[in-house]
C-alpha cells in the first residue's frame, strides 16, 4: 500500500472507505528529465499526482514562445481530463526528475461512479471549484474563538441617562433621536430600566397619560456585569434572567448597555461593532479611532472564510460611511444638497478590503456659491488623512481643483477627454466611469455620469482604444516555472486584477450599465445578452480568487509599511494545491476573455 497525502481536494471528497481504495490501488513511477509523461492525442490511463518534480503542460499547436500553458509541481494532478475525454488535448512533459503517484484508469472511474462529488470536481466550473476553496477556509474559522474572547466593553452602547422627572412622551422622543432601545433613570441611589416595549405598554395596554413621569414605569432589579467581563458571560446573564439586556457598571459608575442584539450580531461578525462605532461618533477623535479598527475586521472576516464579494461589499459601506462622516464634520449643512462628494478607483468600484490612496473629487451645482471652497476641500483631505487615507500620489483628491468643479464644467472636461483619447484622457474616462456618490446630492453625478455616456458609449473608434488598455499586460501562464524564490512571484494585479476590470469596465460603457462593480456590471451585461451567465460566473470568480490571493500577500507583509509599498505578487510555491489549480484555470478564463475583448472592439487589427 502506497503512503501518500490525501489531505487537499479532491481526495477530502471521499470517505475514508475512498481513501483506502486509493492508497491500495495507487502505483510509483519515475520520469526522466525531458521525458514526456502524456503525449497529445494519447488515451489516458492514469491519473498523475506528483510527489517530487515539476511537468510542464505544453500545447504543440502554439509557437514555441507561448506554448507552454502551465506547470505542476509536487502535489498537483493532471490526466484525468484526459481519461474523461478519451484523450490528452496536451503534452505533459517532465522538466525535471519526477517521481509521480499514478492513479488507473479503472480505479478512477470507479470512484468517480460511486462519489458524486469526486466526480463533480473534474468536470465543474471554476465557479463551483472556488467554492471548495471557501469551505475549506472556512472549516478553520476562529468565529467561536473570537466571541469567547472578546470583551463587554467592545460590544457595548453609550448609556441614556434621564432624570426621574422626565414624561413619557419626553422619553419617547429621546430614544428616537438617540436611535436606543432602552433609556436608564435614577431615583434615589437605586438606577432602573425602561424599554421601547415598557413605554409601549404604558401607553396602550394601561393607558396611562403621555406627561406620566418616567419613573413610574421604570425596572430597578437590574442585570449588571463590568466592561472586562467577557461577552459570553454578559450572553449567559441574559439567558439566565430572561432579560434581552445587561447595564454595565464599574464600580458605581454606568459605562454602558449591551443588547441582546448587538450580542448577537458580534457573535456573527465584527462588522456590526465597527459599523456602530462609525455611526455613533460624534468627533473626530471617536471616529478616527473607529476608523482604524478596519483592518482587525478585515482579518476576522478572513478567518471566517466569509466570501470576497460579501466582505468587499461591507468594508465598502463602511469606508462610504466613514467618509460621509468626515464629510460632516467639515463642510457646511447649507452646501449639502447643491454638491456631490464621489470615490473612483477601487473605492468607486467597492472592491477594495484595505485602506488605499484618496481618489475622490466633488461636482457643485451650477448655481452654487461656495467662497471657503478650496479652503473646506483642503481640510477634509487632510481629515482623511488622519482617518487612514493616505493622499493620493496623483493628487486625484478634493483638494485639487482640477477634480473639482460644477456640472457644466465636468461635461466640458469629458467631451475634452473624449475628443483627445490620449492615454491620460483615457485613464481619467476610467476614473470618472467608477465614480460612487458617497455624500452630498448623487442626482449630480448621475447628471455628469449621463453626460459622459452621451460623449463616449457610441464612438467605436473611442471604445477601441479604451478597450486596448486590457491587452496591455501579458497574462502569466508562461512565467510559472521561473517564480522558484520567494522574492518572485505573479503581478496578480496587472496579469489577472486589471484585465477583467477594466476589460468590463469598457463593455458596461458601450451598454451605459450605471452600476460601478465589477461583479454588478457583470450581472448587468448577462441581463442585457452580452454575456453567458456561466462565463460571467467565472470571471467573477477569478477576480475573487486574483484578489483573496494578492490580499493574502498583503495582510501578511508588515502593517507599518506603507500603502504604496503594498505587493501585488503572489509566489505560486507559496499556494496549496487547490490553490495553484484555481489560479491556473483562472488565467486561462483571463486568456479567453482578452481574446473576447480583441475580436469585439477589433485590437487585432489596431
Not at 497525502?5 to 479532491?10: E, G, M
Not at 476590470?501 to 462593480?517: D, F, N, P, Q, Y
Amino acid at each position: 500500500m502506497v503512503e501518500v497525502d490525501l489531505s487537499q481536494p479532491p481526495f477530502t471528497l471521499l470517505d475514508e472507505a475512498g481513501r483506502e481504495h486509493v492508497r491500495r490501488g495507487m502505483d510509483m513511477a519515475y520520469f526522466d528529465r525531458d521525458e514526456v509523461i502524456l503525449e497529445t492525442g494519447q488515451a489516458g490511463e492514469y491519473v498523475f499526482l506528483i510527489h517530487k518534480g515539476e511537468v510542464a503542460e505544453v500545447d504543440p499547436t502554439m509557437p514555441s514562445s507561448t506554448a507552454r500553458i502551465g506547470h505542476y509541481t509536487a502535489g498537483d494532478l493532471f490526466g484525468a481530463i484526459s481519461i474523461i475525454n478519451g484523450k490528452s488535448r496536451y503534452r505533459f512533459i517532465a522538466e525535471q526528475e519526477c517521481l509521480c503517484y499514478l492513479l488507473p484508469k479503472v480505479l478512477f472511474q470507479q470512484l468517480c461512479r460511486t462519489y458524486p462529488e469526486f466526480n463533480d470536481f473534474f468536470r465543474q466550473s471554476l465557479a463551483h471549484k472556488a467554492r471548495l476553496l471557501t469551505e475549506k477556509r472556512a472549516e478553520g474559522g476562529v468565529t467561536m474563538a473570537g466571541f469567547m474572547l472578546a470583551r463587554a466593553s467592545e460590544c457595548m452602547r453609550e448609556p441614556l441617562l434621564m432624570e426621574a422627572d422626565t414624561d413619557i412622551a419626553g422619553a419617547v422622543r429621546e430614544l428616537n433621536a438617540s436611535h436606543a432601545d432602552s433609556l436608564l433613570v435614577r431615583r434615589d441611589d437605586a438606577l432602573g430600566v425602561v424599554t421601547k416595549t415598557d413605554l409601549l405598554n404604558a401607553l396602550v395596554l394601561e393607558g396611562l397619560p403621555q406627561d406620566c413621569p418616567v419613573v413610574d414605569i421604570a425596572h430597578f432589579s437590574l442585570v449588571t456585569v463590568t466592561p472586562m467581563q467577557y461577552l459570553f458571560e454578559a450572553l449567559v446573564q441574559m439567558t439566565r434572567h430572561k432579560v434581552s439586556r445587561v447595564v454595565v457598571m464599574e464600580r458605581e459608575s454606568v459605562k454602558g448597555v449591551v443588547e441582546l442584539t448587538d450580542v448577537l450580531s458580534y457573535f456573527s461578525s465584527r462588522s456590526y461593532v465597527v459599523s456602530l462605532q462609525v455611526e455613533q461618533a460624534n468627533d473626530l477623535e471617536t471616529l478616527s479611532a473607529a476608523s482604524h479598527r478596519t483592518p482587525e475586521l478585515v482579518d476576522a472576516l478572513m478567518a471566517q472564510g466569509v466570501k470576497l464579494r460579501f466582505a468587499m461589499d461591507l468594508l465598502a459601506a463602511l469606508n462610504g460611511r466613514i467618509i460621509n462622516k468626515a464629510w460632516q464634520f467639515t463642510v457646511d449643512e447649507r452646501y449639502f444638497s447643491d454638491s456631490c462628494m464621489m470615490v473612483m478607483g477601487s473605492e468607486g468600484r467597492g472592491e477594495q478590503i484595505l485602506k488605499t490612496d484618496q481618489d475622490n473629487g466633488l461636482i457643485l451645482d451650477d448655481d452654487l456659491e461656495w467662497p471657503s471652497l478650496h479652503n473646506d476641500m483642503q481640510q477634509l483631505t487632510d481629515t482623511l488623512v488622519k482617518l487612514g487615507y493616505p493622499p493620493c500620489p496623483g493628487n486625484i483628491m478634493v483638494s485639487n481643483p482640477e477634480w473639482v468643479g460644477t456640472v457644466s464644467q465636468w461635461t466640458q472636461r469629458i467631451a475634452r477627454w473624449v475628443e483627445v483619447r490620449d492615454g491620460d484622457s483615457l485613464m481619467k474616462l476610467a476614473i470618472m466611469l467608477d465614480a460612487h456618490a458617497v455624500a452630498g446630492n448623487p442626482v449630480l453625478l448621475e447628471r455628469v455620469r449621463d453626460a459622459l455616456f452621451e460623449y463616449a458609449s457610441k464612438d467605436e473608434l473611442l471604445l477601441s482604444l479604451f478597450a486596448r488598455t486590457a491587452l496591455r499586460f501579458s497574462t502569466p501562464l508562461t512565467l510559472f516555472g521561473s517564480l522558484k524564490k520567494p522574492q518572485h512571484g505573479i503581478d496578480i494585479k496587472k496579469g489577472g486584477i486589471f484585465p477583467i476590470v477594466h476589460g468590463v469596465r469598457t463593455m458596461a460603457l458601450e451598454r451605459r450599465i450605471k452600476a460601478t462593480s465589477t461583479l454588478d456590471r457583470l450581472d448587468a451585461l448577462v441581463e442585457d445578452g452580452r454575456l453567458k451567465r456561466r462565463f460571467a460566473d467565472d470571471l467573477g470568480e477569478a477576480l475573487s480568487l486574483f484578489t483573496e490571493l494578492r490580499l493574502k500577500q498583503q495582510l501578511a507583509q508588515n502593517e507599518s509599511a506603507s500603502v504604496g509599498k503594498r505587493s501585488d505578487r503572489v509566489v505560486v510555491q507559496e499556494l496549496s494545491s487547490l490553490e495553484r489549480d484555481l489560479l491556473r484555470e483562472a488565467l486561462h478564463i483571463v486568456k479567453d476573455f482578452k481574446q473576447r475583448l480583441s475580436h469585439r472592439y477589433h485590437l487585432e487589427y489596431s
